[in-house]
């Protein structure tokens, strides 16, 4: 399984960022992915998952009605569309993956993860 992360910059509050995870490798058909991410000096936190089946989302309290998760089937890629962009959600993003029927929030249940891909939001 090979997950790439891209699509982070720089973006002034209030802004919007689309993130992408290309994916190969998955069975997709019964997966979950999810974004996450880590601030400076902060331990790793969930964002969004997604069912690859597309049936399933769910999002932390801090991005929910801001971020939102999709999939393109035909393009194996994951999406992150990111709006109304606050100085704290300034961190490294990264796609990860679960070969599962069921989704969880937690990273230690996805073993294959992207590089990480650093978005940063001015004031």
């Known amino acids: 399984v090979q997950l790439q992360a891209s699509g982070g910059g720089y973006v002034q509050a209030g802004g919007s960022l689309r993130l992408f995870c290309a994916a190969s490798?998955?069975?997709?058909?019964?997966?979950?992915m999810a974004w996450f991410r880590q601030a400076p000096g902060k331990e790793r936190e969930f964002v969004a998952l997604?069912?690859?089946?597309?049936?399933?989302?769910n999002y932390s309290d801090s991005v929910k009605s801001r971020f939102t998760i999709s999939r393109d089937a035909a393009k194996n890629t994951l999406y992150l569309q990111m709006n109304s962009l606050k100085p704290e959600d300034t961190a490294v993003y990264y796609c990860?993956?679960?070969?599962?029927?069921?989704?969880?929030?937690?990273?230690?249940?996805?073993?294959?993860w992207g590089q990480g891909t650093q978005v940063t939001v001015s004031s």
């Open positions: 990860a993956a679960r070969k599962s029927w069921y989704p969880s929030t937690s990273e230690y249940e996805y073993p294959y």
């Open positions: 490798g998955l069975t997709f058909s019964r997966s979950y």
């Open positions: 997604l069912s690859w089946t597309g049936g399933v989302t």
